[in-house]
């Protein structure tokens, strides 16, 4: 966030080779991270979920585009996403019909273009109103554009959607695009590009005008911008990169249907944007991964993982509201200041009452689940391993009683032991100044 | 009531001119036909009791509100009905009573997005901010203009309330609007910061035009060229610091004791 004053760089001869490479640090091990994760993540199941993950993140950075940097909560960004995956289906069956010589790594394109249009569409109506009145008007537009995709059968397909082949178009370097590593790394490369493209956005002029529309945007007219048209244009952009992840994932899923505009994918979205953390730019790359693999992993554990996917977004709400990402930045200046260590101890104190707190509302919510949904399968269950009686006493003696002393043993360890801690290390910070 | 200009032989062009302006919030009325005229290089203060107007007279000069009648000149391009943007892109930038910042952003970033709009810079988003040095050249001249430059780094947010004011200022200068809307700059502050913020804001309207609400009579009577003097939305007086001292009118409907 801080900006070094422009300075002429004095820059020795030797300096120059790394020294010029350094600024793109970060994108160059993003990138070596991104073409190395299927190397260690061999096995079908995580490839598939590391493609997810690829179109989640560029998603939800397109909506922090809104709701981040701009401060616009939109309950229809699914929208973009949704029309994008269709245009890019649409295109790659016209390209094969017509034997067109595209190649399947630039449709995408297709999708972002879909989706700025429709923005603009859109947007146009949408940005006149900011707050509550935009996402009213977002959320009506979902509504509308939902429900002609049911009745509009010949360009969205119906309740089946459209399908397609991504493997019919034209080869380069033999790929195909039929094994799912193939995919990945499309998705990959499309995710870096735009992960890129958005951060440098930020730091533009208009980029820095979104912070400043959302901070105060009666003080941005006051220093010659119409807020109107700088949520209008990060609105329009952001609908472009939705509309890349739309058509991601449709060439994933080799389909687009009106699953893809519902308002849970809406919803998704604005989830994982807000326990990733709306206020800095990872958070939203932080919270596509967490979500896309706990929405993954969670299913297959339990039926009722949408419960512990809206506890963990309550949550977030009331005691993290910076998400994941404010969390990790909250520690900056004390790691900075060295203070880290000392926390870590105290740290440690919460995990076991934690544990135990997560045991308890676990056994309390899985026992509830079987007895009012699967009472015609008799009372008796069976997690990690071990049947018991839901109804008997014991079961849920021990429940409540984890629940309740972990509880209560979490207070105290964060009473006694976090918070003064927390206190002597932002001590610490302050002393040095590096916060206040 | 016309300005010095006018009187010296009604060439010039004031840099800020109101006639016959009213406001009405439904049934009341503000600001009931006040004529106004400012100057180029003027220090021009409007005083008078609370709920006078004068804030609601700011907020039709630059633009928050609309007039009910009226009109408003800026450099003799009429202004009024123009939207604040527009206003602000022709030279006008304001202050506000209450302390108006972009609260998250750094220091650093509130006065470099007043600096924006004034370089060309527009909505651009296709190449960094800080490809232009002009951008940060100016901004780090006028944060050290308002002694903020050590701070630059914090939120907005966190700053104390005289520092907060102090960027309000550097705030409504950066963009190096010619005309100068202060709202009760030193409202709130202790003696000593009073007087730091007076010595700026000479500084700052140093060959501009100024025009400042202000409640503290040291501050009004040690600063402006001209004063003039709202009552329930009429302008009543308008003249030298001497002669509004010396107006029997002004200081039977406010100044009183505060004169002296």
């Known amino acids: 966030m801080s900006d070094a004053i422009a300075t002429p760089a004095a820059t020795t001869p030797a300096q120059t080779g790394i020294a010029r490479l350094a600024p793109w640090g970060v994108w160059i091990v993003l990138a070596v991270v991104l073409a190395a994760l299927p190397l260690l993540f061999r096995s079908g199941t995580a490839l598939t979920m590391l493609s997810l993950m690829g179109i989640a993140i560029i998603f939800a950075l397109s909506y922090n585009m809104l709701l981040g940097q701009t401060g616009m909560l939109s309950f229809g960004h699914a929208v973009y996403y949704g029309l994008g995956a269709y245009f890019t289906v649409h295109a790659i069956n016209w390209a094969i019909a017509a034997k067109l010589p595209i190649p399947l790594l630039v449709m995408p394109l297709v999708g972002g273009f879909a989706g700025l249009v429709f923005a603009i569409l859109f947007g146009w109506v949408s940005t006149k109103r900011s707050g509550t009145a935009f996402a009213m008007i977002s959320l009506g537009l979902a509504e509308l554009v939902g429900s002609s995709s049911l009745i509009l059968r010949s360009f969205f397909g119906g309740e089946e959607g459209v399908t397609t082949n991504r493997t ?48 105060n945007s009666e003080r941005a007219q006051f220093v010659g911008y119409n807020p109107q048209v700088v949520r209008y244009l990060a609105f329009c952009l952001s609908g472009l990169f939705a509309g890349v992840a739309g058509g991601l994932a449709s060439i994933n899923f080799e389909l687009a249907n009106s699953a893809l505009f519902s308002a849970v994918q809406s919803g998704n979205v604005l989830l994982a944007t807000f326990i990733g953390g709306a206020g800095h730019f990872v958070g939203p790359i932080l919270g596509a991964v967490l979500v896309t693999y706990l929405q993954n992993m969670l299913s297959d554990v339990t039926e009722v993982w949408q419960l512990y996917f809206g506890l963990m977004f309550i949550a977030t709400v009331m005691y993290a509201p910076g998400g994941l990402a404010g969390l990790i930045m909250m520690h900056g200046p004390i790691w900075r200041a060295g203070a880290l260590s000392g926390l870590f101890g105290a740290y440690a104190l919460l995990l076991a009452p934690i544990a135990l707190v997560t045991v308890g509302a676990v056994l309390v919510i899985e026992m509830m689940t079987h007895l009012g949904v699967k009472a015609a399968e008799g009372t008796v269950m069976k997690m990690a391993g071990i ?21 209560g043993l979490a207070l105290l360890a964060w009473r006694r032991g976090v918070a003064p801690a927390w206190d002597r290390a932002q001590g610490k910070a302050r002393e040095k100044g590096l916060t206040v | 009531m016309n300005g010095r200009a006018e009187a010296r032989g009604g060439v010039r062009v004031a840099a800020l001119e109101a006639r016959g302006l009213r406001k009405n919030f439904g049934a009341a009325e503000i600001i009931r036909g006040v004529d106004l005229s400012v100057p180029k290089g003027e220090r021009h203060a409007v005083i008078g009791p609370n709920g006078a107007g004068k804030s609601t007279l700011f907020n039709l000069i630059s633009g928050l509100l609309l007039p009910t009648a009226g009109e408003i000149r800026l450099d003799g391009a009429q202004v009024n009905g123009l939207p604040a943007y527009k206003i602000n892109r022709r030279g006008l930038s304001r202050s506000f009573q209450v302390t108006n910042i972009f609260p998250k952003l750094s220091v650093w970033e509130n006065v470099r997005c007043a600096v924006l709009w004034s370089r060309g810079e527009k909505y651009t988003f296709w190449r960094s901010v800080e490809a232009n040095p002009e951008i940060a050249q100016r901004t780090q001249q006028v944060l050290q203009e308002i002694n903020l430059i050590s701070r630059k780094d914090l939120p907005a947010g966190v700053l104390t309330y005289a520092e907060q004011r102090a960027l309000e200022i550097g705030i409504t200068m950066a963009g190096g609007a010619n005309v100068i809307l202060l709202d009760e700059p030193t409202a709130g502050m202790s003696h000593a910061e009073t007087e730091r913020a007076v010595a700026l804001i000479r500084r700052i309207s140093e060959g501009r035009t100024l025009l400042i609400v202000e409640h503290d009579m040291s501050v009004v009577f040690g600063l402006a060229d001209r004063i003039s003097v709202l009552v329930y939305g009429e302008i009543i007086a308008s003249g030298t610091p001497a002669e509004i001292r010396g107006n029997a009118k002004v200081r039977e409907a406010y100044l009183g004791e505060e004169a002296r």
């Open chain 1, 387 to 407: 049947s018991f009686d839901a109804k008997s006493g014991l079961a849920w003696v021990l429940a409540l009683g984890s629940l309740l002393a972990g509880g």
């Open chain 1, 168 to 215: 019919k178009l034209l080869r380069l370097f033999d790929w195909n695009f039929g094994p799912q590593i193939q995919v990945y790394y499309l998705i990959a490369a499309w995710c870096l590009l735009s992960i890129a493209l958005m951060y440098a956005l930020t730091r533009t002029p208009w980029g820095r005008m979104c912070n400043a529309v959302r901070d």
